[in-house]
């Protein structure tokens, strides 16, 4: 069975950063592209970053300076560090099977990112 299990979120300042974890089982990770999406209240689902088997990675442009994504294979672990969070970036953060072309449909179920003072 594939399991995704996000953790790292919580309420941070803007201006704060936050570092985002997401431990796999039940598939070979080092042979799987990797993504981060978010969802906001009231809004659908929006991609935030993928990275490859390669290692390289591709993000949305407007995060791009402030997110990073990267993996850990020994660790089947996804991470997602976020720096100079903004109260926009509120949502509930998925980690997803598989790259920026999927459906998303494999994806845990997500670990609440609050920014506000």
């Known amino acids: 069975e594939v399991r995704l299990v996000e953790s790292g979120g919580g309420l941070v300042q803007p201006g704060g950063s936050l570092r985002l974890s997401c431990t796999t089982t039940?598939?070979?990770?080092?042979?799987?592209?990797m993504s981060w999406v978010r969802q906001a209240p009231g809004k659908g689902l929006e991609w935030i970053a993928s990275?490859?088997?390669?290692?390289?990675?591709t993000y949305l442009d407007s995060l791009k300076d402030r997110f990073t994504i990267s993996r850990d294979n020994d660790k089947s672990t996804l991470y997602l560090q976020m720096n100079n969070l903004k109260p926009e970036d509120t949502a509930v953060y998925h980690c997803?099977?598989?790259?920026?072309?999927?459906?998303?449909?494999?994806r845990g179920q997500g670990t609440q990112v609050t920014v506000s003072s």
């Open positions: 997803a099977k598989g790259g920026p072309y999927t459906n998303f449909s494999i």
């Open positions: 039940g598939f070979t990770f080092r042979t799987n592209s």
């Open positions: 990275i490859y088997v390669t290692n390289s990675a």
